[in-house]
């Protein structure tokens, strides 16, 4: 048995790489998507809400949302990739959508109130903005992407803390909703 | 699907893609005097295991779902040709994915860890036919399957670790266990009586993390009484088995192995088994307990005599003997840990060779050759440490990452391929050499030992992350 063959590369030579690096920017065009319409949303939500607690909460997650969409530019560095233009007008499009889808299922459920049908959609929302950026981070994984993938499970684990506050609120605010029919 | 491959253009391997493990070295890997290293294949996703065919050709198994079980990617037999310098797919394989494979008269037999059940299927390598002739192993806990390996009478001899981590299912293995197979517990290979010491921990698929109470060898939220009696079963979680090719005249030698992952005869005609450490972590930790190498002794009763199959400790002792919670193993991490079983059976040992806590031990081949040298001894892959996770002690930090030799003679060792600085090679910027070695095998020229390196795997102490694409082949060749 000879020897003398040179290293084989599997799946590493430069233009199969680039392959899975566009990719991955597709991909990353679907978490500028659901982040920004999660952070519009947040913020309409937050500015709609009159219990001045949930108001104050809803307004420190919206900010830190912004926060992670913007961390969403430094994904595209590593890969060395340009952001698309137009996601983010997609997602105050999206952000439109899923309020008036919200407030629609919400009343046929017979809750009339606009605060707890767009609380209640917040939190499917964030929910697709969290399995966005989680599926990023494999894909990182995947492709042996340490900053990329590193960078992003911060921000995952800040986004599922939210989606507990966002669920505990939707929940205790669920009865006035729906049996007393309040504004909320 | 067909795997993508590319010969390495001269500089390649100094500036990978892999920004985790941007350069493969060669030069970075210590080895003896008289010994030289080359990469064969780089670029290998979670790899696994390997075994050489008649033809020289060696079969690589990708993991698919590994340590920790995201991401899972291609769960694929590739096959090398080391003299042709290619690679081509044998096959995949389902979730969790391979983990061992051996060859045998024209097929492969692929150890694979199933979800609930770990399964032993053949490949007949003529028309890459896949016939499952072992199943019902139970799994779906973090611990993996052993081998298979055929020993000098032909049977095969496989193994299935533990399904908890510590001895009862608890929320530190929750991605493989509680979130994926939360009905998985441990199975006993002999009727045991429980002690009713039960763990309490928090349940973290409740609506809230409420304390639930979990009892050994039961799934996770089910308590026991003292006393209960759990029946032994053939098909027992941390078992060792052995059966003719086709799957029949299964037989159980041994349980109470926690992780059997690297299995290999001797020329003695003894089985050799790795067996990994409990983790001092979690409800029932254990501190300080050391890798260990066993000899399985019913091997050498006839096929289908033995109707006692030896214990070899797990889950109560530690593979130095002492009960698990000795002063000796109580923890500094974790809650100590109690007794499960009552009047337990008598442990079989000692161990051959115990190695530092956390090394990690996994795949081993012995030394057929003179030619190569170290003709008689084990050669084991250390995969290395999953401290600060599984242990808070510095001196845990940097066990493993190496290839030692053992006599299992006199249980001294050295290491044989490691790198010039302890840990694997990302945590020295600049250095190419071993990330985490998982499975050795001489090939069939009797010149060259194979090394497989899993690749980079990133550890904090609360949790652990694997990169895809930075598994590498290594080849060490005597001059």
Known sequence: MSSTAGPVLVELDEEFWSGRLDRVATWLGNVVMTQSTFHRMAGDTAEKITEPHIREYLLEISEAAGEHEAAIGELYRIIDREPPTGRRFSAAVMARVQQAMGQLIGKAGGAPGDEWNHLRQLLLVNLDAIGAFATAQQLGLALGLNEFAESIFPIVREKEKHQLLIQEYMLEMGPQAILYKGDI | ?479
């Open chain 2, 1 to 479: 699907m067909s795997v993508h491959t590319a010969p390495a253009a001269p500089g390649t391997l100094e500036r990978l893609p892999t920004l985790v493990r941007p350069k493969v070295d060669p030069g970075d890997v210590v080895v003896p005097d008289g010994y030289a290293v080359d990469a064969c294949v780089v670029g290998l996703s979670f790899p696994t295991g390997m075994g050489f065919a008649d033809d020289g050709s060696l079969f690589i198994l990708e993991g698919g779902s590994t340590w920790p079980t995201r991401p899972y990617l291609p769960a694929r037999i590739l096959r090398f040709h080391p003299g042709e310098g290619r690679v081509e797919q044998f096959a995949t394989e389902v979730l969790g994915g391979p983990r061992g494979v051996a060859y045998r008269d024209g097929a492969i037999y692929v150890s694979v860890k199933g979800g609930y059940f770990t399964h032993i299927d053949r490949y007949d390598l003529e028309t890459a036919e896949r016939e499952v002739v072992v199943d019902g192993l139970p799994n779906g806990g973090w611990h993996e399957p052993g081998g298979p390996v055929f020993g000098p009478d032909g049977l095969m001899y496989f193994a299935q670790g533990s399904v908890s981590q510590n001895g009862v299912a608890l929320p530190q293995g929750f991605t493989v266990d509680l979130a994926k197979h939360p009905k998985a517990h441990d199975v006993p290979g002999q009727d045991v009586t429980l002690t009713g010491n039960d763990v309490w921990s928090r349940d973290p698929i409740a609506p809230f993390p409420f304390l639930t109470r979990t009892a050994a060898f039961k799934p996770f939220g089910e308590p026991s009484t003292p006393g209960e009696v759990v029946r032994g079963e053939l098909k027992c979680s941390s078992g060792l088995w052995r059966s003719r090719p086709d799957g029949s005249g299964l037989e159980l030698l041994a349980w109470g192995l926690r992780n059997p992952y690297g299995m290999a005869f001797g020329e003695d005609g003894e089985l050799y088994v790795s067996d990994n450490e409990y983790e001092e972590k979690g409800e029932r930790a254990v501190a300080m307990d050391p890798d260990r190498i066993w000899r399985i002794g019913t091997v050498s009763q006839p096929h289908g005599s033995v109707d006692k199959p030896e214990w070899y400790g797990f889950p109560d002792f530690a593979g130095d003997g002492l009960p698990v919670w000795h002063e000796k193993h109580l923890p500094t991490k974790g809650q100590k840990a109690l007794p499960l079983i009552q009047d337990p059976p008598p442990m079989a040992g000692p161990a051959v060779y115990l190695a530092p806590p956390h090394s990690c031990m996994t795949k081993m081949d012995f030394c057929r050759s003179d030619e190569f040298g170290h003709r008689g001894l084990l050669f084991q892959c250390q995969w290395g440490t999953l401290a600060p996770l599984n242990s808070p002690r510095p001196e845990d930090l940097t066990h493993g990452f190496n290839v030692t030799c053992v006599d299992v003679t006199s249980g001294e060792a050295f290491p044989f391929a490691h790198n010039p600085e302890p840990g694997p090679a990302s945590h020295h910027p600049g250095r190419g050499g071993i990330e985490r070695p998982v499975d050795c095998k001489f090939g069939p020229d009797g010149r060259s030992l194979y090394v497989l390196d899993f690749g980079a795997v990133k550890v904090t102490d609360g949790y652990l992350l694997a990169y895809g694409h930075t598994g590498v082949l290594w080849r060490i060749t005597r001059r």
